[in-house]
């Protein structure tokens, strides 16, 4: 990590020398507003709950928003790292923007702890990605989680629809390899955009499958539209979702439906 800026406070007239730190800055980088919103909101809010001294030194944050951009992300934290002179960035909410960001700290060799899921934050090591850390668990993780779920309770078939991302691909990738394991067939494998105000054809192709179980691959409010057109098409099958929606704004895009 960055060494942090020391200075040496030496009062002469009494022979006294003590070490003075600097404060500790912190950027941070969250989608406030756009599509992730549902995601960045909180997890700017919760900003304020954090610590304001750590072993006796000051720590500000500095909070920018995103807007659920990827090169707005990028923006924000250039601007952190160059003109704000931060020791780290903590950011950005989603898989997309936070694989954005890598370039830029691991150039300025600035630590970075990413909020978004995807595996692919972090793997494989190398020298740009020794910078990066994240905080949720590993798609693959919560992938098994689900595909036991579906075993243990007699799914034969499952379909997937997901974001047409890093974040989306990355759950098609390890939900496969958990199906796989546990001998459910996927039948169905269809993306949406995390803008996109309709998925009726993507819906109609996996009810044409007729899957015993839906996993949509989204995250925040964008991940209710799958799952509440298949209900408003009469699926009666089993719906998952991903770690990506545990929050109270989908339950309340979603309603009834979730």
């Not at 309709?198 to 996996?206: A, C, F, H, R, Y």
Request: with cysteine; glycine share 8%; aromatic share 6%.
């Amino acid at each position: 990590m960055q060494l942090k800026k020391l200075a040496l406070l030496c009062i002469a007239s009494v022979g006294i020398c003590a070490p003075v730190w600097a404060d500790i800055n912190v950027g941070v980088t969250v989608s406030s507003t756009g599509p992730a919103a549902s995601l960045g909101i909180p997890e700017r809010n919760t900003i304020a709950l954090l610590p304001t001294s750590i072993g006796g030194q000051k720590v500000n944050y500095i909070v920018l928003d995103d807007a659920s951009d990827t090169t707005q992300a990028v923006t924000n934290t250039r601007k952190l790292i160059s003109e704000r002179n931060v020791d780290m960035v903590l950011g950005s909410s989603t898989t997309p923007a936070s694989l954005a960001m890598i370039d830029v700290v691991s150039e300025a060799q600035t630590p970075m702890i990413s909020l978004g899921a995807s595996a692919a934050i972090v793997e494989p090591q190398d020298g740009k990605k020794r910078w990066v850390f994240k905080t949720p668990q590993n798609d693959i993780m919560m992938a098994l989680a689900i595909a036991e779920h579906m075993a243990a309770n007699g799914v034969k078939t499952a379909a997937y629809v997901g974001f047409s991302d890093a974040y989306g691909e990355g759950w098609a990738k390890e939900f496969s390899k958990a199906l796989d394991l546990k001998k459910i067939k996927l039948v169905a494998n269809e993306r949406f955009s995390r803008t996109d105000t309709s998925v009726t054809g993507q819906v109609l192709k996996i009810m044409g499958a007729k899957p015993d179980a839906v996993l949509v691959g989204g995250s925040g409010t964008p991940a209710a539209l799958p799952q509440k057109t298949l209900k408003e098409r009469g699926y009666t099958g089993k719906y998952y979702q991903t770690h990506g929606v545990a929050n109270a704004d989908f339950l309340r895009v979603g309603g009834k439906d979730v």
